[in-house]
């Protein structure tokens, strides 16, 4: 109740004073929740694929160690689905209650995709519960096959929900007739043209977060106890997922940097600071941005470096910002620093993934090296920290648009005031949940690990 | 003609979830109330019962969430404005029930964190069906307009009433009755607790005799439109029925035919929400949105519709097999 008083208070006291402020708060709510989503949805699209892997292995094998790894796995996928369904519903409702005339603008047209998301989501949710709690209701191959189906709807939903985001980018499938919308063709929409690089870029990232952050936490107990057989396994499932999917990010990020070019022209120039449109453009490396004497200043450069990126030409055109007016910049330190970061935790997995390679070509087994396996542990969060930055240079790449050049953010946003509040409410909650459950998980490992070992070294 | 489908699978949806997502609230609404020397072992049943369903349960609202602003957009909006206050609180309520549950089951901590959790679960699950029951008796209330696609009745307009109070506190009677009735029913509950849930199905069943009442009396003021809905012809009949089961559930929970009430009560959770959809029919929010007014162009209803079909094609085998598994007899 003291909740509906803080409400009713402010909405008597606010007489639209603030309302640009209550545009930043709903900002800021939606990137909030989202940032903190996307972390459960990534590992809800990643660990399955580890659960499937070693179902599989403990099917064709019957050693008790891959048995053990699955329940393991099973149990983190547990929490962790869990906490991503609830924050994937606030963020159906957010859509409506932070963005109304966003929703009632494009709802008709980009809702496909998300009752595909729907039912996709359905399908997960069934088969974890079977999954889960299972084990001994089902015959072997039948547990392992809803499995495999968590971990299909499990990406089927990502890609489903990265093809409506991409419509929000490259809006497709309608015409604006004296400024309404008709002709809507809710395919074409959801075939848009930057679906299939965001959906790529997306699913190898979950794919690659997910595997080196497993990795990293199993690294770390062999580490300390380099006979240990069930860490030594897990280290190699996760690596293998991890590994192979980092270099492949390196073509799908060339892939989504050069169709960004193309399709949005403004958000590449944010993402490489260039300002200044240009035949022979450099490759900028941080530096702090400066809209207003249009320079970075301390950056690296790489002259020609942009030009031949993006076009294979070390002497091509380039567009900058100036093309556009600067009220329809994206914030260009923002996107820059994110886009720089994201390229730096991709460059350092794909280096570590190359190490790792060589070293399990070289010895014929998981790598066990106290450096390799130090590295291996300092590089767990990096996978989340470069979907996190991505996530920004998307989305922050976006603005001043909800729908790339058709409508602006703030057009968008509810007549609801004191927005402040539930964004306080919601971060409040989200931390708290994030703090409980980095101790809820970390007591999983360490109470249930000595017993595990031993029992696991015997049988094998 | 295809609102009107999309509008009848949100119906179906919106079924699906009270007599599932919403019953899974009720559980956690005993869990709270738990009591007795079995207390414990009341909150092992309910764990048991909701663990390996709830969150397919939950899902039935996220569709019903995406076939609205999908099919009818302006409703959508208009609902997300208005009423923008109490689902910010149900959102609440929903993330804190879900993640309290999950993490009171795998938190090996200490007894006194399980039981910060069990409160922090029972109390969410007692919350979200009480706004959710406001939220939607607000739609009836006639007191949120939108005129030019504009919300102009403010945030406070229509749940803040008695009418929506009381449609509220009817949901979180209506959907205890439904897990207690459940509880009796599930192949894992014990026989001891089998009887406590007995009881309590006895007591809040009857509860909802005077709770009903209570919104009836109240939608004459609160709610003129329903309430003209419900002195319609055909509302006698639709009562009586309803009165049927309601009586035939309790009778069967008396004599514990538990199977029988479980049918019954689903069957009557169908019937009232079938009521207040004739009663409402065709607005969605009253007196303003309708299903024809806020509908989508026919290109994205139709598409919707097939995605809607192939969707049931591959969902209800599934939850059919779902429901077998954990709630089937034990083998």
Redesign the interface.
Known sequence: MP??AG??HC?VESNSDFPVNDFLFARSQMGMSLAFHIVFAAIGIGLPVLMVISEALYLRTGRPVFLELTKRWS?GA??L???G??????L??????LW??F???????I??P??????A???E??????Y???WK??PPLVHWFCGVLVALSGILSGIFVVTANAWMNTPAGFKIVDGKITD????AAMLNPAAAHEVLHMTLAAFIATGFAVAAIHAFFLLRDRRNVFHRNALGMALVLACTSAPLQLISGDFSARSVAKLQPAKLAAMEALYRTQTGAPLRIGGIPDDQSRTTRFALTIPHGLSLLVNRDPNSKVIGLDQFRPNDWPNVRLVHWSFDLMVLCGVALIALSVAVGWRAWKHRGVPDGKWILRTIVAAGPLGFVAIEAGWVVTELGRQPWIIYGVMRTQEAV???QRIAI?FV??TL?YLF?SV??V??LR??FI?TDAPFSEVVTKNV | MFELIVAGFMFAALIFYAVTGDADYGGGIWDLLATGPRAGAQRDAIERAI???W??D??W???I???L??????A??????AL??P??????G??????A???RK????SQEVKQGWSVLFGAASFFTPFIQGVALGALSTGQIRVID???VS???AGWLTPFAFACGLFALGLFAFLAATYLTADPSTESDVQNDFRLRALYSGAALVPIAFLVFITSKQGAPAMYHGLTQWWAPLLVGTTLVFAIAALASLWLRRFALARIAAIGEVTLILTGWSLAQYPRLITPDITISNAA??E??LR??TY??VV?AI??FP??F??FR??KGKE?
């Open positions: 909740l509906i409400y009713a909405y149990r547990a929490i689905f869990a906490v369904a609830v924050s994937g519903t606030v159906s409702f957010e859509l409506g209650l109304p005339a929703m009632e603008k494009s709802g008709a047209i809702g496909m998300f009752s595909l998301e729907g039912f989501f359905f399908t949710a069934i088969f974890l519960g079977l889960l709690m299972g209701r089902l809507i063709d809710p395919i509810t007549p609801m539930p409410i919601f909650i949940l409980a459950l101790f809820l007591r999983q109470k | 663990g390996p369903i969150e397919a939950h899902v609202l996220i569709l969430v995406v076939i602003f999908t099919a009818f957009p302006p959508f909006a208009a609902m997300m404005t923008n206050i689902f910010t609180l149900m959102l609440i929903i993330v804190l029930r879900g993640s549950f999950i993490f795998y938190d090996i901590k696609g504009r919300v403010g945030f406070f989508a162009p290109i994205t598409l919707l995605a809607l969707g591959v969902l599934s939850l097999f779902l598994v954990f083998s």
